[in-house]
């Protein structure tokens, strides 16, 4: 669940009050969510420090692509790293460093990285800032406290939400044998919506790739191309995987509403369904809505396990019709 950046940052005030901040922190969101900003408030917030000390404070460190590749290779992260392990200039500081755009880590910095993260010098903390968090090492992910950030502007349900929230409403509301056809729609509108959000990153890519690859003009060689269109290539799968992991919990979530609503919950993950939530509430039990849920969890593991996607999805969402 993604968070309003002054939510994040009066949460991890909290955890630095209560001496219990992670060493590293993964900060996410898409362009324009203030995740470069939070992550520059998080370090003065450490630092105890106004935000215009940030720049330049000997104690704050930023790390981001530079190299023609627009790659962070292993040297720079080395020359980046190496002031942590040297004292601090004054007593009680939190040495920080700041890497933006961490999902353009170079293998070897990111190998040398998670080394660090490992072993992590006393009194530091890492601040991983990207938007595409599915490009970065799953060793380094793990090794993250991972804060997801959201703008106001964004809606809670957006329309794949609804058709999806929808769909599992229809699923759930079906008696006997007629869930079996409900739960292939539910499988139908998932697909669909996957593809169009693959199509819709691909051409998003493209049209950034195409850019950059104009304003470097003569200076984008062969390598670069060739490993840029292998990272986009990545990049496109990573996303849709998101897409597709927030629309099965999506699944989850309408099915745990209607849990809530037997229960007399007040928050609802979809408030604008909450009548329909309390009358699919009165004619399920507690039994029936669990082995949703547990259909649910197991969709994520066969999606997770690298079943074909199509099988998984229809097999999967079988299992939720299944009584």
Known sequence: MAFLPAEILD??????????????????????????????????MVNAIGIDKVAGHPDIHVLEPESKSRRILVD?????????????????????GLVFDADRLHVAAANAFLKTLEEPPPGCLFVLVTSNPGLLPVTIVSRCAHFPVR???????????????????????????????????????????????????????SAAFKEEKKRLGDTADEQWIKEEEARLKALVEARAVAVRQHLVAVVAERTADV?????????????????????????????????????AARLRLLLDRNVKEDFALEAGCLGLACP
């Open 259 to 295: 849990l809530r609503a037997r229960h007399g919950v007040g928050h609802l993950r979809f408030p604008a369904l909450a009548q329909e939530s309390r009358q699919l509430a009165a004619t399920l039990d507690d039994a029936a809505l669990l082995r949703v849920l547990d259909g």
């Open 151 to 205: 703008t106001a502007q964004q809606k809670s349900l957006g329309e794949a939400d609804a058709e999806i929230a929808a769909a599992t409403g229809r699923l759930l509301a079906s008696p006997g044998l007629g869930r079996t056809g409900r739960a292939l729609l539910l499988a139908r509108h998932l697909q669909k919506l996957l593809r169009e959000a693959r199509e819709n990153i691909a051409d998003e890519t």
């Open 76 to 96: 720079d992260f080395r020359e980046f790293c190496r002031p942590f392990f040297s004292t601090s200039f004054r007593a009680g500081a939190v040495k920080t």
């Open 11 to 44: 949460r991890l005030r909290r955890l630095h009050q209560a001496r219990r901040l992670p060493h590293a922190l993964l900060v996410t969101g898409e362009p324009g969510s203030g995740r470069r900003q939070l992550a520059l408030d998080i370090a003065a």
